[in-house]
Structures are given as C-alpha cells and as structure tokens.
T-cell receptor
Framework: AQKVTQAQTEISVVEKEDVTLDCVYE???????LFWYKQPPSGELVFLIR??????QNEISGRYSWNFQKSTSSFNFTITASQVVDSAVYFC????????????????FGTGTQLKVEL | GAGVSQSPSNKVTEKGKDVELRCDPI?????LYWYRQSLGQGLEFLIY????????KSGLPSDRFSAERTGGSVSTLTIQRTQQEDSAVYLC??????????FGPGTRLTVL
C-alpha cells in the first residue's frame, strides 16, 4: 500500500527565511508520480509540481525548489526567502502511473504541513 | 468554465437526511475524482470516473455513498442517511487522462 508521511505538522518562520518541508513516501511500485499541492486559507488545493519516478533531477521554479531522492524515498520542498503569502497548508502526494494501474491516478496524500510566515 | 466548480459551497443537514453534492469539471477533462477532507482522516480518495464509468470506487466508505457522472461531464456524489461522521469537505478534481488533477473549491458538509 502507498503511504506518504509529512512529519512536520506546523512550521513557523519569519519572512525572508528559507524553509524546507519534508515528505517521505512508501510504495512498492517502480513507476509513480509525486506531487506537491498548496492549500491557502481559502481552502482550494493548488497544484505546484509533479515529478515522475524516473526523473530525479531537482527542480527550481522561482523561490520554490524540490529535491527528489529515490534512495531515501524523499521529495522535499524548499521555499527560499519566504513571504507572508506563502502561509498555507502544503500537501505531498503520491500516485501510481496510469499505465500501471490501468485506471486513474488517485492521489494518496500526506497529512500536510501548516506553514506560517510572519512579519 | 475556467476551473472546477462545486455546489453548494456549504451544506448543513440533519442526521438521517440525504444530500447531493455536485461537481462541474474543467471542460474536456475525461477523468474526475472525488476526495474527502476531514480533521480525523485527512485527505482521502473516494471514487474515480473515466468518462461516465467508475473503474475505482474503492474509497467509498459505505454503501450510503454513491456517485454518478453523466455526459462525461457533471458528477453528483450522493450520501444517504447522513451521519455526523460524514461531516467533512468534499473535494472534486478533474484531469485529462493520466495528467495533473485540478481541484475545485469543495463543498463543506455539516451533519447536525
């Protein structure tokens, strides 16, 4: 069975600090996707990134960066120079690739990390 | 529309009543998913549609829960004889087959 663990329940930082959100996953499959979603106070889940299990290249997008390491089954997310608008709950998620399941890509979510960025 | 829409945004009902929750996916998205977000269980998968078929219903918590999708578009999630433990935010997501899921704003269900 798939499992995603986000051990950090809540993180508080001061604006402009860097912050890393941890995600550890478990799956028996060799082919899978990993995701990060953001849920601001408004409640709507916002897609941030998807990574293929075969692609361990780290990625940077503006102030966001992701570190995917299959050896440790981790997919960590770093926000550089955090801003108050980054305050939200961040979810890491996992799904099997469609051609493996023959069906959909249902997401298995972690429990989320509440990030609070203060002035 | 531009994104996934859900209605109603909030629903308060009495224990034992039936409720229907609606999801309008992004136009052209063939895949549709229902999830539930509650304090005790976090975000959990309920059911997946590909077109009008539901090949994966494994997340439905009991036979009081059912869902349908018509015309490859709108989906309705029905909860019969609601219980207090059904109180949660019900989220709908849609995607092109095998692609990224985009979520709607959710329906907050409160069972009194």
């Amino acid at each position: 069975a798939q499992k995603v663990t986000q051990a950090q329940t809540e993180i508080s930082v001061v604006e402009k600090e860097d912050v890393t959100l941890d995600c550890v996953y478990e799956t028996r499959d060799t082919t899978y996707y990993l995701f990060w979603y953001k849920q601001p106070p408004s409640g709507e889940l916002v897609f941030l990134i998807r990574r293929n299990s075969f692609d361990e290249q780290n990625e940077i997008s503006g102030r966001y960066s992701w570190n995917f390491q299959k050896s440790t089954s981790s997919f960590n997310f770093t926000i550089t120079a955090s801003q108050v608008v980054d305050s939200a709950v961040y979810f890491c998620a996992l799904s099997e690739k469609e051609e493996v399941t023959g069906g959909g890509n249902k997401l298995t979510f972690g429990t989320g990390t509440q990030l609070k960025v203060e002035l | 529309g531009a994104g996934v829409s859900q209605s109603p945004s909030n629903k308060v009902t009495e224990k034992g009543k039936d409720v229907e929750l609606r999801c309008d996916p992004i136009s052209g998205h063939t895949a549709l998913y229902w999830y539930r977000q509650s304090l005790g269980q976090g975000l959990e998968f309920l059911i997946y549609f590909q077109g009008n078929s539901a090949p994966d219903k494994s997340g439905l918590p009991s036979d009081r829960f059912s869902a349908e999708r018509t015309g490859g578009s709108v989906s309705t999630l029905t909860i019969q004889r609601t219980q207090q433990e059904d109180s949660a935010v019900y989220l709908c997501a849609s995607s092109l087959s095998g692609a990224i899921q985009f979520f709607g704003p959710g329906t907050r269900l409160t069972v009194l």
